[in-house]
């Protein structure tokens, strides 16, 4: 004879005890409706120590990709920490700025009220690409128009939000946008100009395999988008 189930044990919660920490931070942007590609941060919805069962997390589902690999991690010295060693790498290094705030940036008043041309580069910056996971390494440049309302920044702190954005996986033009949007709303310039250029390792170290090509893309902002002189002596002034 069949037992009618209980209703009330449908409709019991669920313990979140053994649920994987990835599923809970997915349940988390779902219910705030937050998406989370590649590219996006989603640092305000770790909880403190969740980054730490992340990382333990992605090692065990490592260690399955190596198994399907076919290699040989127990007898094999060379790999035999592999597994702890990537996941560690991307999410202590290469996709690091997706699980961390940004990183906290002093703004000071432009009390002499410059308003010259101001260049700062070229930086070194370091992604990946979302496609293939490759890496992407190049240098870029950020031109600044101030104006007297405009907030002064030290220069290593555009390097700094340069490596956030760019610690994510990417594709180049989306990359530029995020950097200058996010420069824009903290220095509130006349005008923003940014120039980047790359190599990308997807096109070096597989497919066509070509190693000399490299991506040049800009975003121009503000002034710099309206005054044909003044994109003019940015580009000029990049000493590529």
Known sequence: MLMKADPSSQLAPATDEGTPVSVKIRERLAAARKRFHANDNIADFIQPGELEALLDEVEVKMQGVLDSLVIDTVGDHNTGDTARRVAKMYLNEVFRGRYVKAPSITEFPNAEHLNELMIVGPITVRSACSH???PVIGKLWIGVMPNEHT????????????????????IQEEAVVQLADLIMVKTQPDGLAVVM???????????????????????????????AALRREFLALIPR
């Open 151 to 170: 907030n002064v920044i030290g220069l290593s702190k555009y390097a700094r939000l340069a490596e956030w954005v760019m610690g994510r996986p990417q």
């Open 132 to 134: 293939h996971f490759c």
């Open 197 to 227: 250029e790359a190599s990308h390792y997807c096109m070096a170290w597989r497919g066509v395999k070509d190693m000399d090509s490299k991506m040049i893309n800009s975003v121009m902002r503000g002034s710099f988008l309206k005054d």
